[in-house]
């Protein structure tokens, strides 16, 4: 079973404060890996993405970090603001046949005014 | 341009019952898929389409059924609903061009059977 496995699953930062949450993945034939942003009563929405070729990827206040070697990847989100509380999903595709998305359980992100 | 559609956005069944869901796209795109989203398990693929007339299974296949004679619909059936089924329900589209990543969702149907 192809598994990303995503931590924390809920976090609390205060406003300024950087966000940070980590996904690892066994399986080497994944090669894109997006993050996505979920707010209450809405669907998932792409937020950022990365391909394994490239360590880090920046738009605005979110980072990507990615370390092949290890298997992981994370996402940063810096001066963190109270609009940015939502749920947060790693994810991982595969170039085989047809693409697919395997989704990370998801973090709960909290910023405190 | 509405984007991605669903139909209902909340529902009770009682075990047994059937129902289905709709979603709609209108953006043109070939891919739909539809997932189901439970407490602390993420997004878990149910059945997925790769063009009109055509399904295949996910992860998650058994006790759903899809249609997509349309390009712009895509259909999920329970034809038996039990307590399992309980979740929220999302559908995504994709069009051929960007990445795989590129999904684009719909606001969702809450479903509990009871």
Known sequence: QQQVKQSPQSLIVQKGGISIINCAYENTAFDYFPWYQQFPGKGPALLIAIRPDVSEKKEGRFTISFNKSAKQFSLHIMDSQPGDSATYFCAASMNTGFQKLVFGTGTRLLVSP | ????????????????????????????????????????MGLRLIHYSVGEGTTAKGEVPDGYNVSRLKKQNFLLGLESAAPSQTSVYFCASRGTSGGPYEQYFGPGTRLTVT
């Open chain 2, 1 to 40: 341009n509405a984007g991605v559609t669903q139909t209902p956005k909340f529902r009770v069944l009682k075990t047994g019952q059937s129902m289905t869901l709709l979603c709609a796209q209108d953006m043109n795109h070939e891919y739909m898929y539809w997932y189901r989203q439970d407490p602390g």
